[in-house]
């Protein structure tokens, strides 16, 4: 039984701290491939599809504009069609939002999710949107709470009031802050509360109502942006100037917590923010230790140990509640009770201006990804991927000259007047000052080695020409 039309909006902000080294402020949790190799934005564009037979053709994705093409990768692999709201600045859910629901029509049904959370039961997700309907159409804010399994002190609770007339949801009677242990396991007790989940279905007139009546002057900051909006293909771009003045705000502070007509409709399937290290821990079986590995992880004499270690054979033994997190340029060893203070860690290195902070060393672009293998003085040795079909921008450098080996796949290489055909073991060398530009003509993974040799290797060191994908004014500049 299909539900009616629904549009569902994707909010795709968020830095992920909490998952570092993993997850970066240039590569955040909701596009890393958590789960069987899917990210986390993947599995909720192909959660959302199910929910009505419009929604794999108008899903809306508000997301920022470093992360344009990460999303249209996900949208590929999940075949999904959408347009993108991008975002000039994060301004926190209130914000992208009300942007959501300019955009769409006053009767719109908009089903707003986190683009960060693992809900593995479709079915039962789309039936829990469908128990929300009834309250949504009739003028209610509808949120979505979970039935929680044990006294978290991660998530928000939600209260439920009386019971509508429709049968399946509640009306909030209050939303209750993170509790200490205490306070959680007392409200565990009550029996009347849920985890709150983050996911709301409402009409855009109604919500452009309530933030009217309690939130006008983000209301008008987003008005503003979303009259001098412009679009590219599916990219609507807000206007920078005037989102940026807009002040942010999350949802439940701006709104729901001063609004009348707010329902819930309990779930009880699984569901997981994926917020923390333990989180993504609980998605691994234990052993009968109690530890987790995922890769290739190996733990002896251990207990309730988590290793996460995709890249290379990580060791753990004789501990104990410990997680163990391995990246190419960065390793993570924690106890789980300090989970939740990972981002603190993320301040510190963040001051002390360490790249790792917010960038991993393989880096994704819109027509592929590079990985920074080796640096020295005067050199930089890269992995590229470049997509069939895709060619990066034609460019020269100031202040280096490039080495590509072809080792897989087929390389059409423009060097300044000619173009050369390279497969697989065959080299070229760009000079110093030479237009030049890389494409895969073929219809499987370019793959090359570049060597970087100069007195300046740094990303911004390019003047482009010509440009796929519209950059040629950003600063600074990639390849």
Partial sequence: MSIQAITPVILCGGSGTRLWPLSRKSFPKQFVPLIDGKSLLQLTLERVAHISPEARTNTLCVAAEDHRFLVAEAMHAASVGMSVILEPCAR??????????????????????????????????????????????????????????????????????????EGHSSQVARFIEKPTADKAQQLLLQGDVLWNAGIFLVQAQVLIKALHAHAPDILQSCREAMVGASQDQSFIRPEAAAFTTCRAESIDYAVLEQHANVAVVPFSGAWSDVGSWNAVANLT???????????QGLALQASNTYIHAPHRPVVALGTQDLLIIDTPDALLVATSSHAEQVKQVVARLESQQTPQAAQHRKVARPWGWYDSVDAGERYQVKRITVRPGAKLSLQMHHHRAEHWIVVKGTALVTRGDEEILLTENQSTYIPLGVKHRLENPGKTELELIEVQSGGYLGEDDIVRFEDTYGRLAEQPIEA
């Fill in 92 to 165: 926190n859910t209130a914000a992208a939002m009300a942007v959501a629901a300019l955009q769409a029509q006053p009767q719109d049904l908009l089903l707003f999710c986190p683009a960060d959370h693992h809900i593995p039961d479709a079915a039962a997700f789309t039936a829990m949107v469908q128990q929300g309907c009834a309250a949504a159409t009739a003028g209610a804010i509808v949120t979505f709470g979970v039935v929680p399994s044990f006294p978290s002190t991660a998530y928000g609770y939600i209260q439920r009031g009386a019971l509508n007339t």
């Fill in 285 to 295: 079986p234990p052993d009968n230790e109690g530890n987790r590995i995922d890769g």
